[in-house]
């Protein structure tokens, strides 16, 4: 399931309000997306995994709520409120989710 907030210049949310998870699975809602970035909220269901992969774009990644395990590059970083991951394009990334999670994603063009 997917969801956008329409776009706007400049505007202000509270991401945990556009928070929802689904009972299996992922919902994704694109934030804001322009030129250069996109900025996506994502909700993963306890026990929810996603498979490796790469990106073609750099990537940040700012969880706001539950728990779960990010696997970069062959190293797992734990994932809870606070933790902020930088990520370079075509980085080998995965991840599981120990408890509901919702995160911040955000890609941007590379120069």
């Keep these: 399931m997917t969801g956008q907030i329409p776009s706007q210049s400049s505007f202000s949310l509270q991401l945990r309000?556009?928070?929802?998870?689904?009972?299996?699975?992922?919902?994704s809602k694109v934030i804001h997306k322009d030129d250069q970035c996109d900025?996506?909220?994502?909700?993963?269901?306890a026990d929810t995994s996603i498979s490796e992969h790469t990106s073609p774009r750099n990537a940040t990644i700012n969880v706001i709520e539950g728990k779960g395990v990010f696997t970069l590059e062959g190293?797992?970083?734990q994932l809870e409120p606070?933790?902020?991951?930088?990520?370079?394009?075509?980085?080998?990334?995965?991840?599981?989710?120990?408890?509901?999670?919702?995160?911040?994603l955000t890609l941007w063009k590379n120069d």
Aim: proline content about 5%; hydrophobic content about 50%.
């Design 39 to 45: 900025h996506t909220l994502f909700c993963l269901a």
């Design 17 to 27: 309000d556009r928070i929802e998870y689904p009972e299996g699975g992922v919902v």
């Design 82 to 104: 606070g933790v902020f991951i930088s990520m370079e394009a075509n980085a080998p990334h995965a991840l599981k989710a120990e408890q509901n999670l919702a995160f911040l």
């Design 75 to 77: 190293k797992e970083i």
